[in-house]
């Protein structure tokens, strides 16, 4: 079994940035991959960005590229979602995942708020 938790949501302005971090805890040894989903209200969640947990390779969404930075920390199971130049758009709540041999392990989510 896998726990996820994410934290470092907030509230922002337009052009500001937020940093959010995801831990993985429990079964972890078997995490191959960690990414960053968001849902805004009214919408289906969708990816945002992925990384393997070796580091070695790294996809973003279209609308996020340039802007967001995922990365991996020190320890396997921690990923950071850097967010700069953020716009209204963005406003969503960011759900880590992780995958460990096929199965998907959801965080609860942390609340963005980029406000105009």
């Known amino acids: 079994q896998v726990h996820v938790g994410e934290s470092g949501g907030g509230l922002v302005q337009v052009g500001g940035s937020l940093r959010l971090s995801c831990a993985a805890s429990?079964?972890?040894?078997?995490?191959?991959?960690m990414a960053w989903y968001r849902q805004a209200p009214g919408k289906q969640r969708e990816l945002v960005a992925g990384?393997?947990?070796?580091?070695?390779?790294?996809n973003y969404a279209d609308f996020v590229k340039g802007r967001f930075t995922i990365s991996r920390g020190n320890a396997k199971n921690t990923v950071y979602l850097q967010m700069n130049s953020l716009k209204p758009e963005d406003t969503a709540v960011y759900y880590c995942?992780?995958?460990?041999?096929?199965?998907?392990?959801w965080g609860q989510g942390t609340q963005v708020t980029v406000s105009s």
């Open positions: 429990g079964s972890i040894f078997s995490i191959n991959y």
């Open positions: 990384i393997t947990t070796d580091g070695t390779s790294a």
């Open positions: 995942n992780a995958v460990e041999l096929g199965r998907l392990y």
